[in-house]
């Protein structure tokens, strides 16, 4: 049956539409996606070509050079020594373990090392550089060179490590530099890209560690184009990075290593400040460390050693280390009692060995005591008693406040890792962490140091400064930035009554000029030197009632542990102070015997800048001082040439 004309003409409408939304959609899919092919190949053709580059240009950060420390004359105290090294990169090496198998036969490679080389290829990003050698010879650093091709990932490298010339004479000022630990990381908001370097550098103790955002500097950056096997074939361009700020610090190189050389032997430390600036001429704790043992990781004998040593060598007790100042308190006593007007310069107290205070007895160095005495006397012969009375007067608090003004119980604003507060103790201070009421018999104990009163050596250098010169000198350890000296702020007067300084000032003189005096046989004999001390020697046992009646046991005849502490400090010259000297040594028995010798013959070489002359030592001594002088000279021979042979 034929098929009538209408239907035929409405089915080809349908299918000529049908035909055209189709062809529209085709047309339209074919117009989007040239329209994308454009938009990938012209607009974003920058982009896929640095992907493309990606797979054979890496970019890599190159470690600044970290700024160096010099001394107040210029001398090196930090460098940074070119050290050889070969490092791999994971995602260049392919098959890391064949390739550390072919290394192996060239270069002796450290199983520590490589153990750690081996859990960072795997741990951190693979287009990280990761150490395998290190320290290695300029011969096998020659011969991975030559065998590149066959060491895919693996490039040999000149880098810098730090180095400390004078080895321990700075390791408890500048510290050290280690690699960057997870510790590191952790203490760290939002860690500069070049700490995560493997065993990059950074500060760890010390001004390293305290100025390290200035010493580091920033990093630079290296493109370089490898082959499909991750080698290294061009380097294409370099971004010099920053280079970081040299720091001139106010320590006299010759005169810390000095200082260092007349200690040896001793557990101790010695501080020496200028007057007039605050500048630390010499800080110096004994014994000291190498620090070039610690930057690129301390064997474990080597640190066994360091912490079974009696004599702690790892803390700085210069600014660290606390101790009863002992007689050295006992201007501080003086001050508080005369300047709140309890006392005054005239007053005398009887002293017959002791002091009965509270049903207990409060003992004088001297048995027999030391009859009528005021303050001169009483300084220079260093009895006890007049200062158990002058305490009772003022009471804690006057002593306190007057040790805080004088330097003691207060942070020292230093560029070094536990700087101590020490302890200027209070009625207040004494409930929070005992628990209990201030005593007569404590503030008895404080008038000459001991008790709960405690400060550090830094501390009591910077008190003896404030009494030479009436102002509140503050220590400084940096003395210029990248050639730029620091601003020195003239010291505020401390406010005291000059009339009673000049009193304390010339009952110092005594004790080291006076032949009662108890410092007198470490005297300055030159006239232009001669200098004013205080001796002291703290108690670091109980001293029964039964051992004082049968006679106390002499510090020789006790184990070296329960001996008493010797402290000594002064300043010099006399009539124009220019420094101010603490020395402590732990357990070395009397001050006048162990400490003050030491602190006449550093502040000799401080105001000679050298070695001083025979003649500014009592006829006595010279002898000795002879002998001292050529065993020194044999530690450090080049320190005791001529100063023209070194010019």
């Known amino acids: 049956m034929k098929r009538p004309a209408k239907d035929t003409a409405d089915s080809q409408r349908k299918i000529t539409r049908r035909g055209l939304i189709l062809g529209g959609a085709q047309a339209g899919f074919m117009t989007l996606l040239a329209l994308r092919m454009r938009y990938m190949q012209v607009e974003q053709a920058d982009q896929f070509r640095l992907l493309a580059e990606e797979n054979r240009i890496n970019i890599r950060l190159i470690p600044p050079a970290r700024g160096r420390i010099f001394d107040r004359t210029g001398a090196i105290v930090a460098e940074n020594a070119p050290s ?3 490092t791999m990169v994971r995602e260049d090496a392919g098959d890391v373990e064949e390739v550390i198998t072919r290394l192996s036969k060239l270069v002796e490679l450290d199983p520590d090392l490589l153990k750690r080389a081996r859990r960072e290829l795997k741990e951190l990003r693979g287009d990280t550089q990761v150490t395998v050698a290190d320290r290695v010879s300029w011969d096998e650093i020659s011969r991975v060179a030559v065998n590149a091709p066959a060491l895919p990932g693996i490039t040999p490298e000149v880098g810098l490590s730090r180095h400390y010339p004078g080895g321990g004479d700075y390791g408890h000022i500048v510290g050290y530099v280690g690699a960057v630990s997870d510790r590191d990381l952790e203490n760290i908001d939002a860690p500069d890209a070049l700490l995560l370097i493997p065993r990059f550098q950074i500060g760890k103790i010390g001004l390293e560690v305290k100025m390290e955002d200035t010493l580091r500097g920033t990093a630079g950056t290296k493109r370089v184009e490898v082959n499909a096997a991750g080698r290294v074939m061009r380097e294409l361009d370099r971004k010099k990075g920053v280079a970081g700020q040299d720091i001139q610090i106010t320590v006299d190189n010759e005169l810390q290593a000095y200082v260092n050389d007349r200690l040896d032997g001793e557990s101790a430390a010695t501080v020496v400040i200028d007057c007039e600036t605050g500048d630390l001429l010499a800080c110096a704790s004994s014994p000291n460390y190498d620090p070039n043992l610690f930057v690129r990781g ?3 004998a080597d ?27 006992k201007m501080v006593t003086a001050l508080a009692a005369l300047e709140s007007g309890v006392a005054v310069p005239g007053d005398t107290v009887y002293c017959p060995g002791h002091l009965r205070v509270g049903g207990r007895r409060f003992h004088c160095w001297k048995r027999a005591g030391h009859g009528y005495v005021d303050l001169h006397r009483s300084l220079r012969e260093s009895c006890d008693v007049y200062y158990y009375d002058m305490a009772q007067r003022a009471g804690i608090e006057r002593i306190s406040d007057m040790a805080r003004r004088l330097g003691l119980g207060v942070v020292h604003d230093l560029p070094m890792t536990s700087v101590s507060q020490g302890l200027a103790p209070t009625n207040e201070w004494k409930l929070e962490s005992k628990g209990s009421e201030w005593l007569r018999g ?10 709960y009163v405690l400060a550090s050596p830094l501390q009591l250098a910077v008190m003896t400064a404030r009494l030479a010169t009436g102002k509140m000198i503050k220590p400084r350890l940096i003395k210029s930035i990248n050639g730029v000296e620091e601003a020195i702020e003239p010291p505020e007067d401390l406010g005291l009554n000059e009339n009673l300084l000049r009193l304390v000032r010339k009952a110092m003189y005594a004790v080291s000029n006076s032949n009662r005096g108890t410092a007198y046989r470490s005297r300055i004999v030159e006239d232009a030197f001669k200098m004013a001390g205080k001796t002291g020697t703290s108690q670091v046992r109980n001293i029964t009632k039964a051992e004082r009646a049968r006679g106390v046991t002499r510090n020789r005849d006790l184990p070296w542990e329960r001996r008493d502490h010797a402290l000594y400090v002064n300043f010099a010259p006399f009539d124009k102070p220019k420094i101010a000297v603490c020395v402590v040594v732990e357990h070395g028995g009397g001050g006048s015997t162990a400490a003050a010798p030491i602190a006449r ?7 000679y800048g050298g070695e001083p002359p025979l003649t500014a030592y009592p006829t006595a001594d010279r002898a000795r001082i002879k002998e001292q002088q050529e065993r020194l000279r044999q530690i450090r021979p080049d320190r005791h040439k001529d100063k023209s042979d070194r010019a």
């Open 84 to 86: 050889y090294r070969i």
């Open 298 to 300: 301390i064997s474990s």
């Open 303 to 329: 640190y066994k050693a360091l912490l079974e040593n009696k004599y702690r060598p790892l803390p700085n007790k210069a600014v660290q280390g606390v101790y009863p100042p002992g007689s050295t308190f």
């Open 442 to 451: 404590d503030t008895v104990n404080v008038a000459i140091g001991q008790g």
């Open 601 to 607: 013959d550093v502040t000799l070489q401080a105001l």
